[in-house]
C-alpha cells in the first residue's frame, strides 16, 4: 500500500522537474541570445565612437580602456578591455545584426573571431 501512494508523488515530481528543466534550458538560450545580440550592438557602439575621433588607433584604444573600467566597475568583469576588443571585432567581423545566429552562444563568436580568413 504505500508503494501506491509513493508512485503518485514520484510522477507528480519527475513531470514538475522536467517542466522546469525545459524552463530553465529556454530561459538560458533566451538570455544567451541577448546577450550576443547586446555585445553586437556595444561593438557598434565603440566602433562608431572611434570613427569620430581624428586620431582613430590612440583614441580607440582610451576609449575601450575608459569603457572597461567603467562598465566593469559598475556590471563586473565580463567588460574587461580583452573582451570589449572583441566586441569591436565582432560587430565588424558581423556588420549586419541578421547575420547573428541566435544557436551560437559568446564563446563561439569569440572562437570564430580567432579563425583566420
Not at 534550458?25 to 553586437?40: D, G, P, R
Not at 565612437?49 to 582610451?62: D, F, L, M, S
Not at 559598475?74 to 541566435?102: C, H, I, Q, T
Request: aromatic content about 12%.
Amino acid at each position: 500500500m504505500k508503494n501506491k501512494s509513493i508512485l503518485p508523488l514520484d510522477k507528480a515530481y519527475k513531470d514538475i522537474k522536467d517542466i522546469l528543466e525545459k524552463a530553465s534550458a529556454k530561459s538560458f538560450k533566451a538570455v544567451n541570445t541577448a546577450m550576443v545580440q547586446a555585445y553586437w550592438h556595444i561593438g557598434k557602439v565603440i566602433v562608431e565612437e572611434e570613427q569620430k575621433g581624428i586620431a582613430r588607433a590612440g583614441y580607440g584604444k582610451g576609449l575601450i580602456q575608459g569603457l572597461a573600467k567603467r562598465l566593469s566597475a559598475e556590471f563586473g568583469r565580463g567588460f574587461d578591455e580583452r573582451n570589449l576588443w572583441f566586441m569591436r571585432s565582432f560587430y565588424l567581423s558581423y556588420p549586419k545584426v541578421n547575420a547573428v545566429r541566435s544557436e551560437l552562444s559568446w564563446t563561439h563568436y569569440r572562437l570564430l573571431l580567432r579563425v583566420e580568413k
